[in-house]
């Protein structure tokens, strides 16, 4: 899936087939848990059922020469440009 900006609105085009239907392994993870997965590992999280909030910090590490488009949904305003890890 491909997540971008059209006519400044958030949208998501399908790059690929839907994972093939097989055996999957659940990873349940106490609280306070970091949870580390490489962006082209097939991962998912379910509908969540429970009355409780499931609530969860994405952290996205990029490659500093890494060329983005224009309308990457991934975005820093002008005046808060992104910095490296020195």
């Not at 580390?36 to 059922?49: A, C, D, E, F």
Request: proline content about 8%; charged content about 25%; glycine content about 4%.
């Amino acid at each position: 899936e491909h997540f971008h900006y059209k006519d400044d609105k958030l949208v998501m085009d399908k790059l690929d087939a839907p994972a093939p239907e097989g055996p999957e392994a659940a990873l349940e993870a106490p609280k306070g848990t970091l949870v580390v997965i490489h962006g082209l590992v097939p991962h998912r999280s379910t509908i969540n059922t429970s009355p409780r909030s499931r609530e969860a910090y994405a952290l996205h590490v990029v490659d500093q020469n890494a060329q983005w488009t224009d309308d990457n949904w991934l975005k820093r305003a002008n005046d808060m440009p992104a910095r490296g890890f020195a």
